[in-house]
T-cell receptor
Framework: GAVVSQHPSWVICKSGTSVKIECRSL??????MFWYRQFPKQSLMLMAT?????????EQGVEKDKFLINHASLTLSTLTVTSAHPEDSSFYIC????????????FGEGSRLTVL | AQSVTQLGSHVSVSEGALVLLRCNYS??????LFWYVQYPNQGLQLLLK??????LVKGINGFEAEFKKSETSFHLTKPSAHMSDAAEYFC????????????FGKGTHLIIQP
């Protein structure tokens, strides 16, 4: 089946630094990628939608200057958490939409960010 | 606007017993409905999805769900629970089949008692 890979799977950083998380579709071209945030024992909240070559669309309440999303190719999207703070600690999950398979969605394995 | 309500943040069943995880949705248009499973520190795996074809949807690992429009429900069932079914389960809704992302419920943690 289709595979979506996230890297790193976990990262610890100091407050004030920036962290980049990559999301790759390994065997298909993703027309659209989505970034979700999941707090402990809670649901996934959609942060933003990105289409290759265009600016990401952010959900209400998500700071676009804080969470920079780049979708440079049909197989790669990146989420950069800028000037991270402890409240940014969370599990970030990406999802990629396979236009060639009727728009089916595939999820990455998630990236756990801990900001000290 | 759309939303999903999952009744019961935790459900405990005995191994071999029926599994029933409840999901009710709200959508102003005919919905697409999904059930995902999440194991600790992992992403989500699709169990099954409803796309307006058959109202009874069969998924992987012996799970199935029935779409009931009159009850706005899409409950997930499995006749006989297995220890490996212990995980977090999420119900999700979309009005576009996922083209603009999914709206998830809060999840139900399924515990299997030996």
């Amino acid at each position: 089946g289709a595979v979506v890979s996230q890297h790193p799977s976990w990262v610890i950083c100091k407050s004030g630094t920036s962290v980049k998380i990559e999301c790759r579709s390994l065997d298909f071209q993703a027309t659209t990628m989505f970034w979700y945030r999941q707090f402990p024992k809670q649901s996934l909240m959609l942060m933003a939608t990105s289409n290759e070559g265009s600016k990401a669309t952010y959900e209400q309440g998500v700071e676009k200057d804080k969470f920079l999303i780049n979708h440079a190719s049909l197989t790669l999207s990146t989420l950069t958490v800028t000037s991270a703070h402890p409240e940014d600690s969370s599990f970030y999950i990406c999802s990629a939409r396979d236009g060639g398979r009727g728009g089916e969605l595939f999820f990455g394995e998630g990236s756990r960010l801990t900001v000290l | 606007a759309q939303s999903v309500t999952q009744l019961g943040s935790h459900v405990s069943v005995s191994e071999g017993a029926l599994v029933l995880l409840r999901c009710n949705y709200s959508s102003s248009v005919p919905p697409y409905l999904f059930w995902y499973v999440q194991y600790p520190n992992q992403g989500l795996q699709l169990l099954l999805k409803y796309t307006s074809a058959a109202t009874l949807v069969k998924g992987i690992n012996g799970f199935e769900a029935e779409f009931k429009k009159s009850e706005t429900s899409f409950h997930l069932t499995k006749p006989s629970a297995h220890m490996s079914d212990a995980a977090e389960y999420f119900c999700a809704v979309s009005s576009t089949g996922g083209a603009d992302g999914l709206t998830f419920g809060k999840g139900t943690h399924l515990i299997i008692q030996p």
